[in-house]
């Protein structure tokens, strides 16, 4: 065997070996982490998993977007440390309440133990907010806007997932920002939202925002919003939260600020996240059986150049396809080209896993006509184009494929969301999505609907009223309406509830870690 029959055999076995992801999206998933040269998932310890190069690619392609799109709405980016101290991390009661079973520590430095344990951060409220208390001082100091883009540490104890259920988050962005009135910090959280909407627009990805219940707010905050995405099994990913902290981490951490008016007083705040997932959201959701689909401003390779070769006019078919390149490269178009003597095939088949936005063809008979087939990796749909425009023609195509794909998920996604006027219908429709239905609002009627319904609710579109709802579960009349969803990849404050309330009574908590 030659090597480049080697080479072609081992890529059909991997071929054969992505499931069909209409009929089994888990399976389909775990495939293309790996056939899609994301992650390497045998790293030794669990929920860790390593970087392909290549997936590192899109990854830094779409934390660029949420980079930009931060900066440009007066956020700036920072670095705080890894570690904090138990002092710090044990201040708050109630994020404590939230995140206790979920830190890793670090006891020792070599063999000494160290006097004061240090925790590796699950999020960065507990490192950042000590400083914050040194750096606000007066009105004039708000609002503070900060990020960072940082890894954090949740031991968590359901099944881990890449990309989805990590350990090590690898990609957590968060912010934390500082103002002076309630008022303010809500106005930020509208923000937030709109910020996080536009990015996963850039991903064309729809998402369905959410006010959680009470029951399922972050930790120490005053409420949470939340974004979520409809995966194709019809299961939903929480894929960003944002939180009004109100002044309760400012009264734990002493975040005081002196007023126009000379008096001190609580500074109010927010904080906002991220994490990879928006990635596991948007392979989910455009990716398909022959590997990943991705928006062309993510795609590490947007187009692939594949000469068709003959005895007869193989120098000008070089020729001509080194001149597309360079002038796709010239306007900034990440191209490839793909001489190898693998066959027609095996070659579709590389780039089409790899998620490259357009294939150009160019033969000695498509040179006859000054032309060349161009086809779309998310439509297969196959055009010719004139050579002369073809910079032109690639541009077009691939702004219409952002836009294509994004109007597709919509189209998706409201198919997957079903409004209902009885339990028994949200049962019926749950497995193919989310269902929409009158809520009172009352935690007592909410935590029966999760009961009987054996599913979640996600939260309270806001944004949507409910003409003359009515509570199915106490009969009561209400605007609200309330998402529910069978939600299994569920983050560490969402399981909070399902631990008892007797057993940690803040006392209890301070008591336990004294001792
Ligand atoms: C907001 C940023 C926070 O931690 N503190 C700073 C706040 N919120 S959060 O909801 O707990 O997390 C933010 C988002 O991170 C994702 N996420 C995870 N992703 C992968 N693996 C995990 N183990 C994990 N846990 C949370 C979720 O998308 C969540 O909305
Ligand atoms: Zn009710």
Wanted: aromatic residues 10%.
């Amino acid at each position: 065997m030659t090597e480049s029959n080697k080479q072609e055999s081992k890529t059909v076995e991997k071929e054969m070996t992505l499931p069909p992801k209409a009929e089994n999206f888990g399976e389909w998933f775990n495939a293309i982490i790996e056939a899609g040269s994301l992650m390497d998932v045998r790293y030794p310890v669990k929920g860790l998993y390593v970087w392909y190069p290549f997936g590192f690619g899109i990854r830094k392609r779409v934390y660029t977007i949420i980079r930009e799109l931060l900066d440009n709405t007066g956020h700036e980016e920072t670095l705080f440390p890894l570690l904090i101290p138990e002092t710090e991390f044990m201040k708050e009661a109630e994020h404590i309440k939230g995140f206790e079973e979920e830190v890793y520590w670090v006891t020792h430095g070599g063999t000494s133990p160290l006097d004061v344990k240090l925790a590796l951060r699950p999020t960065s409220e507990t490192a950042i907010y000590p400083m914050y208390k040194l750096w606000i001082r007066s009105h004039a100091d708000m609002p503070l806007l900060l990020y960072q883009v940082v890894n954090t540490f949740r031991y968590e104890t359901k099944s881990t997932r890449p990309l989805i259920r990590l350990r090590e988050i690898t990609s957590f962005k968060e912010a934390h920002t500082v103002h002076a009135t309630w008022d303010e910090a809500a106005e930020q959280v509208e923000k937030a939202v709109e910020i996080y909407t536009d990015f996963f627009k850039r991903l064309s990805i729809p998402t369905l925002l959410s006010k959680r219940p009470e029951w399922d707010k972050f930790p120490g905050g005053d409420y949470t919003k939340a974004l979520d995405v409809i995966m194709p099994d019809g299961k939903t990913l929480q894929v960003g939260t944002c939180h009004h902290l109100g002044t309760n981490f400012a009264k734990t951490y002493d975040i005081r600020y002196e007023t126009e008016t000379g008096d001190q007083a609580y500074a109010n705040q927010t904080c906002y996240g991220i994490s990879e997932r928006c990635i596991a959201a948007m392979i989910s959701l455009h990716g398909d059986d022959k590997g990943l689909v991705l928006p062309p401003e993510i795609a590490p390779v947007q187009v692939v150049i594949i000469p068709v070769l003959f005895r007869k006019g193989a120098e000008e078919v070089m020729a001509a396809c080194n001149d597309v390149m360079a002038r796709l490269k010239g306007e900034g178009i990440r191209v490839e080209m793909d001489a190898s003597d693998l066959r027609p095939g095996a070659k579709y088949y590389k780039w089409e896993m790899k998620g490259v936005c357009l294939r150009i063809e160019i033969g000695p008979r498509d040179l006859e006509n000054r032309s060349a087939v161009l086809v779309r990796r998310d439509t297969g749909v196959k055009e010719t184009a004139p050579l002369d425009t073809i910079v032109d023609t690639v541009k077009a195509e691939m702004k219409a494929m952002h836009d294509d794909l994004y109007d597709a998920a919509v189209e998706k996604m409201n198919s997957m969301v079903h409004p209902c006027t009885k339990l028994e219908e949200v049962k019926e429709v749950l497995g193919n999505g989310v269902a929409t239905i009158a809520w009172c609002g009352s935690e007592e009627c909410g935590k029966k609907m999760e009961d009987i319904l054996d599913a979640g609710i996600l939260g309270i579109p806001e944004h949507l009223k409910h003409e003359n709802g009515i509570c199915p579960v106490c009969g009561k009349e209400t605007d609200k309406i309330v998402y529910i969803a069978k939600k299994y990849w569920i983050c560490v404050f969402e399981k909070r509830h399902e631990t008892p309330a007797v057993w940690r009574p803040p006392g209890f908590f301070f008591l336990y870690y004294q001792l």
